[in-house]
């Protein structure tokens, strides 16, 4: 398998854990389908499943250049790819299954797409995906050059349109789109940071995770105030009641601080190697003054 090897030849350890995690939620829905585990309505099920999964990696491969700079692994890289192509493979199965539920009635499932905003918005991201999916081969990064850059750069529209997509598609019970929202929103703060700073501190690190949670409970709030009329102080107040935990802002702040702690543990572990190191040639090298002098 070529796709799973680096271009030395060697298997690629990154590339085999992001293809077996891109093809995991694959096979949990198929044991569903079999196990007759996706109720009354099994098209309509799958269609969220493959829906959710789309964002799901779109997100986990915009989380790939952070992670190689804050934990020093620049191989990571290698997931990126893999990782976009099981977003293009999920939504486009996303689509297929929508065209299933209308019973390959074209005509119809067009004139949807046309009339409902958050499934117009929902195909812009899909045609956009095909085409970096299109355009992810070895040949066409040669072909394209620079240019291949500016064109992926397109994955951040992609997400964000995901994101309004997810929202308005799940209407009152957002909570997992609002929580989606605010990683994407941690995701983008990192690459301003990065480019702003050069570098992203531990504290910038914690006011990011700070920033993103409150940024998901003020969006959570508003959401539900222009969309159902509720009180946003309530929604917000909930937020800070334990009994009501884990919120959607609760959440982004975990992840952003777990991100924070695994970084600062991370970045320890590989300060201490060198004097590991030194400490271990200077006792050699006292062992073999004592050795010759005896």
């Not at 829905?29 to 099920?45: H, K, Q, S, Y």
């Not at 940071?193 to 940024?215: D, W």
Request: hydrophobic residues 55%; charged residues 15%; aromatic residues 10%.
């Amino acid at each position: 398998m070529p796709f799973l090897c680096e271009k030395s030849g060697c298997w690629s350890p990154e590339k085999i854990a992001a293809f077996a995690g891109a093809v995991a939620p694959a096979l949990w829905l198929v044991w569903r389908i079999i196990d007759a585990d996706l109720g009354a309505r099994p098209i309509t099920e799958l269609i969220h499943c493959t829906g959710d999964w789309t964002v799901r990696f779109i997100l986990i491969s915009l989380a790939v250049s952070p992670a190689r700079r804050l934990f020093c692994a620049p191989k990571l890289i290698n997931m990126r790819r893999t990782l976009g192509v099981a977003a293009f493979a999920y939504a486009g199965a996303h689509l297929g299954l929508y065209i299933l539920d209308q019973k390959y009635n074209l005509a119809k499932v067009a004139s949807e797409i046309m009339l409902r905003f958050y499934l117009t918005i929902g195909f812009t991201a899909l045609i956009r995906l095909i085409t970096l999916g299109a355009t992810s081969t070895d040949g066409m990064v040669r072909r394209l050059g620079a240019r291949w850059n500016m064109l992926h750069q397109g994955v951040y529209v992609i997400a964000v349109l995901a994101i309004v997509h997810f929202l308005l598609q799940t209407k009152l019970d957002i909570s997992e789109s609002i929580m989606m929202a605010g990683l994407l929103v941690w995701l983008l703060g990192y690459r301003l940071a990065q480019r702003i700073t050069g570098n992203v501190a531990l504290p910038l690190l914690i006011a990011l995770a700070m920033t993103s949670a409150a940024a998901t409970a003020a969006g959570e709030a508003a959401w539900y105030r222009f969309g159902t009329g509720v009180d946003a102080w309530r929604v917000l107040a909930v937020n800070f009641d334990p009994s009501m935990w884990p919120r959607p802002a609760i959440w982004v702040l975990a992840a952003g601080l777990a991100v924070t702690a695994a970084t600062w543990l991370w970045s320890s572990l590989r300060d201490q190697r060198p004097i590991a190191r030194r400490t271990s040639s200077r006792a050699l090298s006292g062992a073999a003054q004592v050795q010759s002098a005896s």
